[in-house]
Nanobody
Framework: QVQLVESGGGGVQAGGSLRLSCGNS????????MGWFRQAPGKEREFVAR????????YYADPVKGRFTISRDNAKNTVYLQMNSLKPEDTAVYYC??????????????????WGQGAQVTVSS
């Protein structure tokens, strides 16, 4: 069973940093590629970052390249999103998700079978 739980959200001033964590108490996450998405009010859910099962590959959306880093610790069954140099436009609910099949590029929410409940990130100017 996969039940993803995000933590680490909160409020921060522009230029600050936050680290989100995503854990699962059930089935190991090491079998899945993992992704982070975000959704701002009135907007569609958008891709943020993705990491392969074996940490060999990581991909980022253009708006976060160079500022965000996705990583995973399979021994701890946890995936992280380190967010630096945060901007007000990064304000959103952030979701982690598990891609069971890894058949596509992983940029679409439809490719992910399991989702966390979301963590609010608010960046003030």
């Amino acid at each position: 069973q996969v039940q993803l739980v995000e933590s680490g959200g909160g409020g921060v001033q522009a230029g600050g940093s936050l680290r989100l964590s995503c854990g699962n108490s059930g089935r190991t996450l090491s079998n899945y590629a993992m992704g982070w998405f975000r959704q701002a009010p009135g907007k569609e859910r958008e891709f943020v970052a993705r990491i392969s099962r074996n940490e060999g590959s990581a991909y980022y959306a253009d708006p976060v390249k160079g500022r965000f880093t996705i990583s995973r610790d399979n021994a701890k069954n946890t995936v992280y999103l380190q967010m630096n140099s945060l901007k007000p436009e990064d304000t959103a609910v952030y979701y982690c998700a598990a891609d069971v099949n890894s058949l596509g590029h992983g940029y679409s929410p439809a490719e992910y079978a399991y989702w966390g409940q979301g963590a609010q990130v608010t960046v003030s100017s």
